[in-house]
C-alpha cells in the first residue's frame, strides 16, 4: 500500500460514500481525473438515493459526449433534469433526520450555472465538503497517464459491481421497508447521520 505517493479518484456526481473513505485518505495526496475520455453509465454523470422504491439513480443527460475529455464534456438541458433530480432528493429525504439542516446547502448544487459537466461536479463536492466542515488539498491531474503510479481509483468504483469495502449499517429513512442499502450517495449518509458522516466514513477499512 505505502508505495503509492497518492490517490487519483475519477471526478463523480455526489460520489458514492466508498470514494469519499479514499478522498479522507489522509496518508496521500489526492489527485482528480480530468483528462480521462468520458465514460458513460459510470458515476461520472449519475448518483444513487435511496427513494420510496429502493436505490434511485439519477442522471445527468450529456450532450452527445463522442471521444471527449471529462473536462469538455456538457450537460444537456433539453429535459430540466436539475428540477427532478432535486424533487427527488426532497421526497427521498424530507423525512431524514439532518435534511432540514442542509437543505439550502444542497440546494445550491442545483443553482449554479454552467454546462460544464466537471464544473458541476466539482462545484457539488466544495459544498458537500463544506456541510462535512472538512477539507482536502486536490489537484486535478495535468496529463492523461495509461498507468499511473498513484493507487489508481478510475474504474474502481462501478454501478455495476460491488466494491468490496464493508459498511456498518445506519439509520436510512425507507430502511424499516427495504433495509439497509450500502454505499449509496453521500448525500444518503449526510441526510441521515448528519455530523456523524465524516467519522462514520473515516471509520472505512480500505482495500488498496
Same mark, same amino acid.
Given at each position: 500500500?505505502?508505495?503509492? /505517493?497518492?490517490?487519483?479518484?475519477?471526478?463523480?456526481?455526489?460520489?458514492?460514500? =466508498? %470514494?469519499?473513505?479514499?478522498?479522507?485518505? $489522509?496518508?496521500?495526496?489526492?489527485?482528480?481525473?480530468?483528462?480521462?475520455?468520458?465514460? &458513460?453509465? $459510470?458515476?461520472?454523470?449519475?448518483t444513487e438515493i435511496y427513494g420510496a422504491n429502493g436505490k434511485l439513480t439519477l442522471s445527468i443527460p450529456i450532450q452527445k459526449p463522442g471521444r471527449k475529455k471529462i473536462n469538455e464534456v456538457q450537460m444537456?438541458?433539453?429535459?430540466? %433534469?436539475?428540477?427532478?433530480? %432535486? &424533487?427527488?432528493?426532497? =421526497?427521498?429525504?424530507?423525512?431524514?433526520?439532518?435534511?432540514?439542516?442542509? #437543505?439550502?446547502?444542497?440546494? &445550491?448544487?442545483? *443553482?449554479?450555472? $454552467?454546462?460544464?459537466?466537471?464544473?458541476?461536479?466539482?462545484?457539488?463536492?466544495?459544498?458537500?465538503? /463544506?456541510?462535512?466542515?472538512?477539507?482536502?488539498?486536490? #489537484?486535478?491531474?495535468?496529463?492523461? *497517464?495509461? #498507468?499511473?503510479?498513484? %493507487?489508481?481509483?478510475?474504474?474502481?468504483? =462501478?454501478? &455495476?459491481?460491488? $466494491?468490496?469495502?464493508?459498511?456498518?449499517?445506519?439509520?436510512?429513512?425507507? =430502511?424499516?421497508?427495504?433495509?439497509?442499502?450500502k454505499n449509496l450517495s453521500i448525500l444518503d449518509l449526510i441526510c441521515n447521520k448528519g455530523p456523524e458522516s465524516l467519522t462514520y466514513i473515516k471509520k472505512i477499512k480500505l482495500i488498496m
Amino acid at each position: 500500500m505505502n508505495h503509492h /505517493k497518492s490517490i487519483l479518484l475519477p471526478i463523480f456526481y455526489l460520489p458514492p460514500i =466508498s %470514494w469519499f473513505a479514499y478522498f479522507f485518505q $489522509t496518508d496521500f495526496s489526492v489527485k482528480l481525473e480530468q483528462q480521462e475520455s468520458f465514460l &458513460k453509465q $459510470t458515476f461520472r454523470n449519475r448518483t444513487e438515493i435511496y427513494g420510496a422504491n429502493g436505490k434511485l439513480t439519477l442522471s445527468i443527460p450529456i450532450q452527445k459526449p463522442g471521444r471527449k475529455k471529462i473536462n469538455e464534456v456538457q450537460m444537456s438541458f433539453a429535459e430540466n %433534469w436539475k428540477a427532478q433530480h %432535486w &424533487k427527488s432528493i426532497v =421526497s427521498a429525504y424530507k423525512n431524514a433526520p439532518y435534511f432540514e439542516y442542509y #437543505q439550502d446547502e444542497l440546494r &445550491k448544487i442545483y *443553482q449554479l450555472e $454552467t454546462e460544464n459537466l466537471m464544473e458541476f461536479n466539482l462545484n457539488g463536492l466544495q459544498i458537500i465538503l /463544506k456541510i462535512l466542515k472538512s477539507s482536502v488539498d486536490y #489537484q486535478l491531474t495535468q496529463d492523461y *497517464q495509461f #498507468q499511473s503510479e498513484d %493507487w489508481d481509483g478510475r474504474s474502481f468504483f =462501478s454501478p &455495476k459491481t460491488d $466494491t468490496n469495502l464493508s459498511f456498518d449499517s445506519y439509520y436510512q429513512v425507507f =430502511s424499516d421497508k427495504g433495509g439497509f442499502l450500502k454505499n449509496l450517495s453521500i448525500l444518503d449518509l449526510i441526510c441521515n447521520k448528519g455530523p456523524e458522516s465524516l467519522t462514520y466514513i473515516k471509520k472505512i477499512k480500505l482495500i488498496m
